[in-house]
């Protein structure tokens, strides 16, 4: 069965808001709360997980996505294993190498060889066993229900190593040809592995626009590709683009001068390059109709959750965005 999860960037809307989005959500049938992490340009998270885990019964809360650069992986670990201890076990971690919240520092993503040791050292701990650090061992006592660690990935090696030591993928894209072969990479690590691709969470992430109004839907969202292209283009200097998915590559060197202060934005000026087939083709906008197909092939294509990105649509939007998903979408899938 696929579920939904709606994310927020926080401080983007006023605190109560966010928490009135989230009890409609949940009313209506979605059952995960995501928070961006990008702790200069917006609101540190932890709060967010504690006021939406508070607010809530149902919704699993975490980070999308949480970094092991500017946070210890040990404090990465503890944080969200504490929201579960506090909230029935409502806790998820989204980990990546490092985007937005590292380069804003002036950092530079985890190498994925280091990235490979961090998130074995925070799955570990996640799962309450005992972890080797510096030659010394460490567990978290008093941790009593496991928080699955999910790794957000766009390029083969950090798929494959998705599949080979994580309980999932996240994709932030929402094209069923890159999800397939997203799935097929990291699907292929995981049995080399030994490991039940059954058992492994599959996020399609991505920004929802409903209307029939398709020029300015795609207006909306044309600030995601940019953010996507950022990827795209460190993974083009280790692969041929023919060796990546055409749905993946296509457009993304065109965008340039991408302003990290303004990442997501859709009025930055390094979203003039995107197109409208960029726009559709990573996103989920259109009619409900339109809409509840491309997610089908989604799903067909292996998806198990698919995560809107809410903060593109108008703050008075938001409750009806989220009713059309459960009066007319989450229903078909159930």
């Known amino acids: 069965m696929l579920s939904f999860g709606v994310m927020f960037r926080p401080g983007q809307f006023p605190l109560p808001h966010v928490i009135a989005c989230l009890k409609v959500a949940e009313d209506v049938g979605f059952e995960h709360a995501w928070f961006g992490d990008s702790h200069l340009i917006w609101h540190e998270t932890g709060p967010y997980f504690t006021a ?15 970094n092991p650069v500017t946070r210890d992986p040990t404090v990465v670990a503890s944080a969200l294993a504490t929201v579960g201890e506090l ?24 190498s994925v060889a280091e990235f490979r040791q961090a998130l074995r050292l925070i799955r570990t701990l996640c799962r ?4 080797d650090v510096r030659g010394g061992k460490i567990r978290f006592g008093w941790l009593r229900r ?24 996240i994709l932030q894209l929402a094209s069923p040809d890159v999800v397939a ?21 599959v996020v399609a992430a991505a920004p929802s626009y409903i209307s029939a109004d398709r020029e300015h839907a795609l207006s909306r969202v044309r600030g ?40 997501g934005h859709v009025d930055a000026p ?5 197109t409208d087939d960029m726009a559709d083709r990573l996103t989920l906008v259109g009619t409900a109709e339109q809409v509840r197909a491309k997610i089908e092939r989604l799903a067909a294509a292996g998806a198990t959750q698919v995560c809107l990105y809410i903060g ?13 998903y459960g009066r007319e979408i989450i229903p078909a899938f159930r």
């Not at 309450?128 to 972890?131: F, I, R, V, Y």
């Not at 090696?157 to 309980?167: I, N």
């Not at 390094?270 to 995107?274: K, Q």
Request: aromatic residues 6%; neutral net charge; charged residues 25%.
């Open 52 to 66: 939406a885990a508070m607010a809530t019964t149902r919704l699993r809360v975490g980070p999308l996505v949480a």
């Open 87 to 110: 909230f029935d076990g409502r806790a998820v971690i989204g980990l990546g190498r490092g985007d937005s919240a590292v380069r804003t520092m002036h950092r530079k993503p985890m």
């Open 128 to 131: 309450g066993e005992e972890a």
């Open 146 to 169: 496991r928080v699955p660690v999910l790794v957000a990935a766009y390029g083969p090696r950090v798929l494959a190593l998705a599949g080979e030591g994580a309980d999932g993928l």
């Open 181 to 201: 072969w997203a799935v097929g990479n990291a699907r292929a690590a995981a049995e080399k592995a030994g490991r039940k691709w059954s058992e492994m969470e």
């Open 224 to 263: 995601f590709p940019a953010t996507v292209s950022n990827h795209v283009k460190d993974l083009l200097r280790h692969h041929a683009p023919a060796e990546l998915p055409a749905d993946l590559v296509e457009g993304m060197q065109a965008v340039s001068g991408y302003d990290y202060l303004k990442h």
């Open 270 to 274: 390094h979203v003039r390059a995107v």
């Open 312 to 324: 593109v649509v108008e703050r008075e939007q938001h409750f009806s965005l989220l009713e059309t």
